[in-house]
């Protein structure tokens, strides 16, 4: 085996006259050597894997940023801002596409669309059972049911405001038996203090005197 000329073997140094000389096949032989082993450091660096290439988009060590064209919504269906943000701020993260988000968007939108369905209609069921029991009940039901109608409408008239008019129809309580109740029975005490004062001369009375004359705060006059 060749030596090193800038390390050579410390237990040949100062004994070369003593080395034997080589035939050509040996010399041969031993070259072949070298080739075949060279030590297991080379042979671990020959064996090892190359490094995989860097993802183009950690070449500048930072992922790039995701951004997203507007999502497309069935017509009528309306998502809150706020909530669209941090669900796109989501997408980004999962590194979702622009197809991708679209269907996550899809999904919701849909899921929502079924929710107002779904409310909308128990809304007017409960409407439809609301007129029905107001229209069996003893007291405002049957052949009085226009009449109780006419008071509950005049009460509002009077006394309400544009505004509670406003409230009764975005609530959709305008027909709850309880309330239409108070309405019938404030128009008819109403209409029954007319009556009564024309006849009588008496000094008329006001809408809570009628509904409530032993109450301590009620004023009368003199």
Do not use: C
């Not at 706020?82 to 590194?95: D, M, Y």
């Not at 109403?190 to 024309?198: C, I, L, Q």
């Amino acid at each position: 085996m060749t030596e090193s000329l800038i390390a050579p073997n410390p237990n040949t140094q100062g004994a070369a006259d003593d080395v034997v000389p080589q035939t050509p096949e040996q010399q041969a032989a031993s070259d072949a050597a070298d080739l075949i082993y060279r030590g297991p450091d080379a042979e671990a660096a020959e064996t090892a894997e190359p490094d995989a290439p860097p993802a183009p988009d950690t070449l500048s060590g930072e992922q790039a940023a995701v951004s997203y064209e507007p999502f497309q919504l069935p017509q009528g269906v309306e998502v809150d801002t706020a909530a669209l943000e941090e669900a796109q701020s989501l997408f980004a993260e999962a590194r979702l596409s622009q197809p991708q988000a679209q269907k996550l968007v899809d999904l919701y939108a849909g899921k929502m669309n079924e929710l107002v369905q779904r409310q909308i209609s128990a809304a007017e069921s409960r409407q439809t059972a609301w007129v029905a029991e107001v229209k069996n009940d003893p007291e405002l039901g049957g052949r009085r049911f226009e009449q109780a109608r006419a008071a509950a409408q005049r009460a509002l008239a009077r006394f309400g405001t544009p505004e509670l008019r406003r409230t009764l129809d975005e609530l959709w309580v305008g027909n709850n038996p309880q309330l239409f109740r108070f309405f019938a029975r404030v128009g008819q005490a109403v209409s029954e203090d007319r009556y009564v004062g024309a006849q009588s001369g008496a000094s008329r009375l006001t809408a809570a005197e009628t509904l409530y004359p032993n109450s301590p705060n009620t004023i009368h006059d003199k």
